[in-house]
């Protein structure tokens, strides 16, 4: 069977609703999730047998003919497979969904496939291990494909195959009206618990969407650039290539502000009897003080994972509106977290804080809905050690410089602002109509030669002006194509360092 492909003029959105089940529709939820880890584990030990099988054969000098026959790891194999031995291992698989095996299956599928290339360096990244057994602490979740999914009319259930009518804690209108008109088709449902116990309704959907900005939404600068940052006050800095800030947006510090509880709620739940005894070095029951403790950690948790997607939310989708062109770093997320050990904790724990990544990922499909298009600055970029201003770069500049100081021409900048300033730049070269909307990835393209008039400004004001030091300071973002080169030098020139 070949991949889905998005029919032209629609794009895949999923929604997503929180559940309201009935103790009885909870515990079939739970038999389902019960089902997809019965699966998989029983096929991902089926795989390591015969895996083991053949290496000891190949041991014992066995050519490759007379080993055992491989098993296949498609999900069409492993479901052939999996048919053959569920009367056995699953006398009682007859109550939940086919699709709740497949489920599992489909991940064991895909955790093979991605070990078996990263094996063999045909996967990006990093290296992908082995897939492990899943426990009964492991997330629950059921993927629906088959049989009745659909919306109901009153906006407030949902129906699933095997699991019936379910009412949902908020209301379905937005999914609703768009099926109602004919705009949105339902691929597959998704059901999944989070870690404070609710659980989710997820819909994937293809949805017609009009290529267009809201009404109400005033139009900004056609070409910005957005700088990212860990800082209180600048998780987003949006600068133009003329080199005015036209928005900084905060960081949240959602996880900063909870830990301080968070770290209360832990020191008490290790006081408490735990699943792991260190005594004895065996597992046991938890009370039932630690479970409901852990209960709280884990909707402090969630609050704040809340928090942060509705303010990335809210930034990503104001600057895919008001903007045309939107150039934005590259950053190796993960990377940045991944060395330092204990010295930087403090910075690694920001980083995740403000999920950098995820802002790029929200803009990838935010400017394909309304038409705007996003510019991926190359990975190595020097944003942050380039002048804005003159071109030169700062190699020696530290993460703890928050003012930019260019040693050349001494000028004094936002450090995030001069970034954003060059990110905006980088994007000129495609031009505000020239590029369709979507993604466009920046390839061997250098960033404009710009002409400034402010070396010429300051040699023609210091034949006129007395001068005893020889660097001057600006202060402020540079104003372009708004005085002559004579009264431009007057309102440059400040106080002498």
Same mark, same amino acid.
């Given at each position: 069977?070949?991949?889905?492909?998005?029919?032209?003029?629609?794009?895949?959105?999923?929604?997503?609703?929180?559940?309201? !089940?009935?103790?009885?529709?909870?515990?079939?939820?739970?038999s389902?999730?019960?089902g997809?880890? +019965?699966?998989?584990?029983?096929?991902?030990?089926?795989?390591?047998?015969?895996m083991?099988?053949?290496?000891?054969?190949? %041991?014992?000098?066995?050519?490759?003919?007379?080993?055992?026959p491989?098993?296949?790891?498609s999900?069409?194999? =492993?479901?052939?497979?999996?048919?053959?031995?569920?009367?056995?291992?699953?006398?009682?698989?007859?109550?939940?969904?086919k699709?709740?095996?497949n489920?599992?299956?489909?991940?064991?599928?895909? &955790?093979l496939?991605?070990?078996?290339?990263?094996?063999?360096?045909?996967?990006?990244?990093?290296?992908?291990?082995f !897939?492990?057994?899943? %426990?009964?602490?492991?997330?629950?979740?059921?993927?629906?494909?088959?049989?009745?999914?659909?919306?109901?009319?009153?906006?407030?259930?949902?129906?699933?195959?095997?699991?019936?009518?379910?009412?949902?804690?908020?209301?379905?209108?937005?999914?609703?009206?768009?099926?109602?008109?004919?705009?949105a088709?339902? =691929? %597959?449902?998704?059901i999944?618990?989070?870690s404070?116990?609710?659980?989710?309704?997820?819909?994937?959907?293809?949805?017609?969407?009009?290529?267009?900005?809201?009404?109400?939404?005033?139009?900004?600068?056609?070409?910005?650039?957005?700088d990212?940052?860990?800082?209180?006050?600048a =998780?987003?800095?949006?600068?133009?290539?003329?080199?005015?800030?036209?928005?900084?947006?905060?960081?949240?510090?959602?996880?900063?502000?909870?830990?301080?509880?968070?770290?209360?709620?832990?020191? +008490?739940?290790?006081?408490?009897?735990g699943?792991?005894?260190?005594?004895?070095?065996?597992?046991?029951?938890?009370?039932?003080?630690?479970?409901?403790?852990?209960?709280r950690?884990?909707?402090?948790?969630?609050?704040?994972?809340?928090?942060?997607?509705?303010v990335?939310?809210?930034a990503?989708?104001?600057?895919?509106?008001?903007?045309?062109?939107?150039?934005?770093?590259?950053?190796?997320?993960?990377?940045m977290?991944?060395?330092?050990?204990?010295r930087?904790?403090?910075?690694?724990r920001?980083?995740?804080?403000a999920?950098?990544?995820?802002?790029?990922?929200?803009?990838?499909?935010?400017?394909q809905?309304?038409?705007?298009?996003?510019?991926?600055?190359?990975?190595?970029?020097? %944003?942050?050690?380039?002048?804005?201003?003159?071109?030169?770069?700062?190699?020696?500049?530290?993460?703890?410089?928050?003012?930019?100081?260019?040693?050349?021409?001494g000028?004094?900048?936002?450090?995030d602002?001069?970034?954003?300033?060059?990110?905006?730049?980088?994007?000129?070269?495609?031009?505000v109509?020239?590029? !369709?909307? &979507?993604?466009?990835?920046?390839q061997?393209?250098?960033?404009?030669?710009?002409?400034?008039?402010?070396?010429?400004?300051?040699?023609?004001?210091v034949k006129?002006?007395?001068?005893?030091?020889?660097?001057?300071?600006?202060?402020?973002? !540079?104003?372009?194509?708004?005085?002559?080169?004579?009264?431009?030098?007057?309102?440059?020139?400040?106080?002498?360092r």
């Amino acid at each position: 069977m070949g991949r889905f492909e998005v029919p032209e003029g629609w794009v895949a959105q999923a929604y997503r609703f929180a559940l309201d !089940p009935t103790p009885g529709q909870e515990r079939v939820f739970r038999s389902h999730a019960g089902g997809a880890r +019965k699966a998989h584990n029983t096929m991902l030990g089926l795989v390591k047998a015969v895996m083991d099988q053949r290496a000891a054969e190949r %041991s014992y000098g066995v050519a490759e003919d007379g080993l055992t026959p491989s098993l296949n790891w498609s999900l069409a194999g =492993l479901r052939k497979e999996w048919n053959t031995r569920k009367d056995d291992v699953a006398p009682w698989w007859r109550e939940n969904s086919k699709e709740a095996y497949n489920t599992g299956l489909d991940a064991l599928a895909r &955790g093979l496939d991605a070990w078996h290339k990263s094996r063999k360096g045909e996967r990006a990244g990093k290296a992908v291990g082995f !897939p492990k057994f899943k %426990s009964a602490r492991s997330r629950r979740s059921v993927r629906f494909t088959t049989g009745t999914i659909r919306v109901e009319t009153d906006r407030h259930h949902v129906t699933l195959p095997r699991v019936g009518t379910i009412r949902t804690h908020e209301s379905t209108r937005k999914l609703a009206r768009r099926i109602d008109a004919g705009t949105a088709r339902i =691929l %597959s449902a998704t059901i999944a618990q989070d870690s404070t116990g609710r659980w989710f309704c997820s819909f994937q959907t293809v949805v017609q969407r009009a290529v267009s900005i809201p009404g109400h939404v005033g139009a900004g600068a056609p070409l910005v650039g957005v700088d990212v940052g860990v800082k209180a006050d600048a =998780l987003l800095v949006v600068g133009t290539p003329d080199g005015r800030e036209i928005g900084r947006f905060p960081a949240p510090k959602a996880s900063a502000l909870v830990q301080s509880r968070k770290r209360a709620l832990q020191r +008490k739940a290790a006081r408490r009897q735990g699943p792991y005894d260190p005594s004895t070095k065996r597992k046991r029951q938890p009370s039932n003080r630690w479970q409901r403790t852990q209960r709280r950690i884990n909707q402090i948790d969630a609050r704040a994972a809340a928090v942060r997607r509705d303010v990335l939310h809210k930034a990503t989708t104001a600057l895919a509106q008001r903007h045309r062109v939107i150039t934005v770093e590259t950053l190796n997320a993960s990377g940045m977290r991944s060395v330092g050990g204990n010295r930087k904790k403090g910075l690694n724990r920001a980083l995740a804080d403000a999920a950098l990544a995820e802002i790029r990922r929200m803009l990838a499909y935010k400017t394909q809905w309304y038409g705007s298009i996003l510019v991926e600055a190359d990975r190595y970029y020097p %944003s942050s050690k380039t002048c804005s201003d003159c071109g030169r770069r700062k190699p020696n500049l530290s993460l703890s410089d928050r003012t930019y100081v260019c040693d050349h021409c001494g000028l004094m900048m936002d450090r995030d602002l001069n970034a954003a300033i060059n990110l905006a730049r980088l994007g000129e070269p495609l031009g505000v109509n020239r590029v !369709p909307p &979507g993604v466009a990835r920046w390839q061997d393209v250098e960033p404009p030669v710009r002409p400034t008039l402010r070396k010429q400004a300051t040699q023609a004001a210091v034949k006129r002006l007395p001068r005893t030091s020889s660097r001057w300071i600006r202060r402020g973002p !540079p104003h372009r194509k708004t005085r002559l080169p004579d009264e431009r030098a007057r309102s440059r020139l400040l106080t002498r360092r």
